[in-house]
């Protein structure tokens, strides 16, 4: 299907903040990516659509992918890179855990339906019903599951600082190795309530660890990966790290099959080469070694967390507020709603086909990536 | 457009030719030569070059969630694969999609198989496999470990997981049904650490040996024309081959694939308690015609097991060269990804080398052995040329024996094995067999009516490089590889069977899938319209 027929005239885009065709508008951005010396395709929220069609726009104009979730992303993604993991789906954890072990806060933002699908009694999938316990180590005080009545233990609640801590304490004790004394912050587990937790992990039949890395450090995230290692040795535990919003799961599967890496790959030298703290867009675009950055946002109306003052071109959701005009705005549809898209479903744990919930004429990223690249050659001579 | 490929050396043994001769492509399909005197738009002098059909790959993890988390957790691999000369071994990764399609058709080979993709997990694969190039492809979906299916065994409605098989191929667009360490994946997930063809699967009450056979007759009677691919209980442990025997046995007349037997072929004999096995493998497989196999050859250098064998990869995370692993309770079977490396001076890796030897020297008819190293398990599809040349020529392996431990080969009867392979006898197992066996009637042979894909090499005495760098590659008749370089690329399609699902199964799986995971059972479809690319699938005829 050609983009002249399937986009209708609705389709809005603006220059330097006057109103433009979405030719006038693909002509625009293509002529400041020619020109760019290094490129940036930054946020990337994105269906699988869009993130094959942005990688592909990158390596023919040797740009930096970014996705504006890498940060998180990548901290999990350092645990498989590093050491020995277990995981599991959301519907194994569904239907088997016998005790769900959450940790920290921003479970219910990264997974709306955690409550729904993974806290209310289960059965097993046998036909076993079990009793389900439920665990919460270091939540904010105070914290809820919005809308679960049921029971939840919650340990050391308070603030974050002293997860690290009570982690490696209680992996000590799962061990059976002795620990150190105890400090006195109220967060701080306490050698009895320790023992307690680690006898219902150990007592765990199958047991899921639940968590978000937004939410985690690095060293917290690596130290539960080893809590369930070792659980392992005598049970079964495994984890489920929640996926980050914006399709980011999506983005980086796509991104792992077409290079090889992970987000944060720049294909400047011909080649793709994956380098976190290079091609890390913030310092891309502190550092100045960015002239142009290309952000994408067509789940929500999210600007990028920095103020950019280079030319910027935004294929973005209808209500994006920009900081400063963008040199070139293309509106774009919202995958799954706009139009059909793939994309990470965390009800599911991979990848799925939804059709549009409400559709429209507006393009999709890949349309509106593939509108500009066939300007690219026209890019520096005449208008597209 | 009709291409004349003139005076090759014609190797097709589906139709009995081995002979100089001419190949006669229209468009993309095989003709005879015309006989009204029909003038080729395009002559291709072929003479000193040998033709065979197009290979065709049955058992290579190329795509997938599981491929891709390997991708995901090795980078230090790609960026050697980006980099480094053609010499160094992990520059045989073919690590991308766009790399797999190359390096595949650059061999020759035109189809290619990825036999283990979880049901759930089909649309991913087949995004992958659109991103793959040049080569058609398929997928086998994976049942046996699954509740729906243990359920029905448990209830002893062993007629509907004929119209289960039906349904799963249907919405995952699948050409196959491979079975995955049956039973002992879901065992696993009840803390079982070891699981035999007849031990128990908790709660369900059934073996392996009851869901092997259940799925063997309901592939065989839903009209599949592929056979149950089974990777069996037990891999790679020492006296393992008595698992592989005992399911040969449990076959009884049925049609029955093996995938990978080297895996099983390991006695407890010797100094090391492990030992070959091979020889009462090969005379099992010799003796069960409904049999066959394929072998997994095992080649010196680094790698990542990627393997849907939870139970097995669990086992074998202390071995990771590096380590690091990821082991998945999926919905059905998961993965475990254990990156590893094998050595020309382990007693081990050794012995296990010359085990698939010993299956390929064995076994006695090409047509029911198949060429895989189960890649990237045993080893990188890109050393196929190697194993062509092991295979067709006893002095290179000598030559390669003669730098592995002695006391390694004392316990294989490899040193004793002269059999070389002929050029017609790899044609069959690369190409005329795997055909046969996935129910492909147009590939696989140079006959009129085939599909144009065709492979033309220039023999030489180093038999890998021949194998390597394919003179000439046409894929539907257009011309893809020239002296071993990709000169275009273009995109194959996945081949896929379309058995019919009666609509009392479609209801039943709505309410499993409401009911169990509260999701609609559509969730798993895989449509064209998402797959990015224009007619990306191809249906082949199940036996009426």
């Known amino acids: 299907m050609s983009l002249k027929n399937s986009v209708s005239a609705e389709a809005t885009a603006s220059i330097d903040g006057a109103p433009a065709s979405l030719d006038e508008a693909a002509m625009a951005a293509a002529r400041l990516l020619a020109r760019s010396r290094q490129p940036l395709i930054a946020g990337l929220g994105a269906d699988v659509g869009g993130a094959r069609a942005a ?31 277990m995981l599991t789906t959301p519907g194994e954890a569904r239907v088997r855990a016998n005790v769900v072990l959450l940790v920290g806060d921003g479970l219910t933002e990264a997974w709306p339906a955690l409550n729904e699908r993974l806290l209310r009694p289960p059965a097993r999938p046998d036909g076993v019903d ?65 023992d307690a937790l680690a006898a219902t992990l150990k007592g765990a039949r199958f047991g899921v660890a639940v968590w978000t890395a937004a939410s985690l450090g690095a060293l917290e995230i690596e130290m539960l990966h080893g809590l369930v290692r070792d659980l392992n040795e005598t049970t079964r535990f495994s984890t489920l790290p929640l996926a980050e919003p914006d399709n980011s799961a999506g983005v980086l599967a796509a991104y792992g099959w077409t290079t090889g890496f992970p987000v944060r ?26 002239d142009c950055v290309l952000w994408i946002s067509a789940f929500e109306a999210s600007p990028p967390a920095w103020r950019s003052a280079v030319n910027f071109i935004a294929l973005c959701e209808r209500r994006t507020q920009f900081a400063e005009t963008p040199n070139v705005r293309i509106t774009v549809g919202r995958p799954g709603v706009d139009h059909d898209a793939v994309m990470h479903s965390s009800d599911v744990g991979t990848l799925v086909a939804a059709t549009a919930s409400a559709r429209s004429g507006a393009p999709s990223v890949a349309q509106a990536l593939e509108r500009i690249g066939a300007c690219l050659e026209d890019a520096s001579a005449r208008p597209c | 457009m009709l291409i004349r490929i003139k005076g090759a050396h014609i190797v097709d043994p589906a139709n009995r030719r ?57 980078p230090e691999q790609h960026r050697a694969h980006a980099r480094r000369p053609a010499e160094t071994p992990l520059s045989k990764v073919g690590w991308t999609t766009f790399e797999t399609g190359r390096l595949y058709a650059e061999m020759g080979f035109t189809t290619v198989v990825e036999p283990a993709v979880a049901p759930h997990n089909a649309l991913h694969a087949h995004l992958e496999l659109a991103d793959t190039p040049i080569i058609d492809k398929a997928i086998l979906a994976i049942l046996g470990n699954d509740d729906f299916v243990l359920s029905l065994l448990r209830s002893g409605e062993t007629s509907a997981i004929r119209d289960h098989i039906a ?69 790679g442990l020492p006296g393992n081959f008595e698992t592989a025997l005992t399911t040969i046995a449990s076959a009884e007349d049925l049609p029955l ?26 005379e099992a497989v010799n003796a069960a015609k409904n049999v066959t196999v394929d072998v997994g050859q095992l080649m010196f250098g680094q790698t990542v097991t990627i393997s849907s064998d939870v139970l097995r990869q669990f086992s074998a995370r202390g071995q990771a060269r590096p380590k690091k692993y ?166 194959g399609r996945a081949l896929h069977v379309t058995p019919v699902v009666e609509a009392s199964m479609q209801r039943r799986m709505t309410e499993y899938y409401d009911e169990r995971y509260g999701l609609p059972s559509d969730f798993m479809r895989v449509p064209q319209g998402a797959i990015g690319r224009p007619q990306p699938f191809e249906v082949v005829a199940c036996r009426s």
């Open chain 2, 167 to 235: 349904w799963t191929l249907q919405s995952t667009r699948a050409l196959g049904i491979k079975v995955v360490n049956a039973g002992g994946v879901a065992a696993f997930k009840d803390n079982i650490r070891s699981f035999s063809f007849d031990d128990v699967v908790p709660y369900y009450g059934v073996t392996s040996r009851a869901i092997v056979k259940a799925l063997q007759r309901a592939v065989h009677e839903a009209g599949v024309p592929h056979p149950l691919h089974v990777h069996c209980n037990n891999l």
């Open chain 2, 326 to 491: 990821a082991i998945a309770d999926g919905d059905s079977n998961g993965f475990g990804i254990v990156p590893y490396e094998y050595r020309a001076g382990s007693f081990h890796n050794a012995v296990q080398f010359a085990v698939g030897l010993e299956l390929f020297l064995l076994i006695n008819d090409p047509w029911r052995v198949f060429f895989t190293t189960d890649h990237p398990n045993g080893a990188p599809f890109t050393t196929y040329p190697e194993i062509f040349a092991l295979l067709m020529d006893k002095d290179v392996r000598a030559e390669w024996a003669s730098r592995l431990p002695a006391d390694a080969l004392a316990v294989t009867t490899l040193p004793s094995l002269t059999r070389e392979y002929t050029l017609s006898e790899i044609a069959t197992m690369t190409r005329a067999a795997p055909a046969k066996l996935l129910g492909l009637p147009n590939r696989g042979h140079l006959g009129a009516g085939a599909r144009a894909d065709v492979a033309l090499y220039r023999p030489a005495k180093d038999i890998a490089q021949m194998f390597r760098a394919a003179a000439r590659v046409y894929k539907d008749g257009e011309l893809v590889v020239d002296e071993g370089e990709v000169t275009r690329t273009r995109y």
């Open chain 1, 130 to 194: 079990v009793a389900r316990r439920i665990v919460w180590l270091a939540p904010a005080i105070d914290a809820r599951i919005r809308g679960f009545e049921g029971n939840i233990e919650i340990w050391g609640a308070g603030r974050g600082a002293t997860l690290a801590v009570n982690l490696a304490a209680l992996r000590a004790r799962v061990k059976n190795r002795r620990i150190a004394s105890r400090q006195s912050a109220r967060s701080e587990l306490p050698l009895s309530a320790l």
């Open chain 2, 18 to 74: 081995d002979e100089i001769g001419d190949l006669w492509i229209r468009d993309d399909t095989i003709v005879a030569a015309p006989q009204d005197g029909a003038q080729a738009d395009e002559t291709v002098d072929a003479s000193g070059l040998i033709a065979m059909a197009g290979g065709i790959d049955i058992h290579s993890h190329i795509a997938g969630a599981n491929v891709n988390t390997a991708r995901l957790m090795l």
């Open chain 1, 265 to 290: 790959t720049g294909f400047g030298a011909g080649f793709p080469i994956h380098d976190p703290w290079r091609f890390d867009a913030e310092r891309l675009v502190a550092s100045g070694e960015t």
């Open chain 2, 257 to 282: 694939h093996l995938a990978h037997l080297q895996f099983y072929g390991y006695g407890k004999e010797g100094p090391q308690g492990f030992s070959s096995a091979a020889p009462q493998l090969a």
């Open chain 1, 55 to 85: 990688i592909a726009l990158a390596e023919r104009i040797g740009g930096v992918i970014e996705h504006m979730h890498s940060a998180a992303l990548l901290r999990d993604l350092d645990c498989l890179r590093e050491t020995g993991i």
